[in-house]
């Protein structure tokens, strides 16, 4: 199986990891949408919501709103963060396991975020974003308290 998250949770590729634990692992998207763009990502290889048990889906909520949390007091999204699972294929989910996205938005970014949709996969400077993805992972560290 060549799952680009099942690499990622068994350490096989390397990713701006912001927490991990028996369920989950907490990373940036490396194609942003919007600044700090979070994925929660189920350890399973489960492409469904409807695939994790109740007991695990309970944990991803609680989960995202922490994530929320961290992201807020990191100035990330004051004002509103999408929560978005893309549950199955025609849903635009690109990697078929599970994953939820939190898009901090702010005033005026609706342009941008489509923007972003339509050249999602384009690789846009990407020593630069590597840049930003460490400094993002690195403030988001510290609002959480996991800096390791
Ligand atoms: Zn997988």
Redo the contacts with the bound molecule.
């Keep these: ?1 060549d ?4 690499a990622i ?1 068994a350490g096989r590729l390397p990713a701006h990891l912001l927490h991990q634990d028996e369920d989950f692992i907490v990373l940036l998207d490396i194609f942003p949408m919007r600044p700090a763009h979070v994925l929660i990502v189920s350890r399973a ?1 489960a492409p469904l919501l409807a695939d994790l048990s109740a007991a695990v889906r309970d944990r991803l909520l609680a989960l995202a709103e922490r994530m929320a949390a961290a992201l807020r007091s990191a100035g990330y999204g004051r004002e509103g963060i999408n929560l978005v699972i893309n549950d199955g294929p025609d849903s635009n989910q690109h ?3 599970l994953h939820l996205h939190l898009i901090p938005r702010r005033p005026g970014d609706l342009p941008a975020l489509l923007w972003r949709l339509l050249v999602r996969f384009l690789p846009l400077g990407r020593r630069r974003l590597q840049v930003r993805l460490q400094a993002e992972a690195e403030r988001l560290r510290r609002a959480l308290g996991e800096e390791n």
Excluded: D, E, S, T
């Design positions: 199986m799952c680009v998250f099942c949770a290889h990697v078929p396991h």
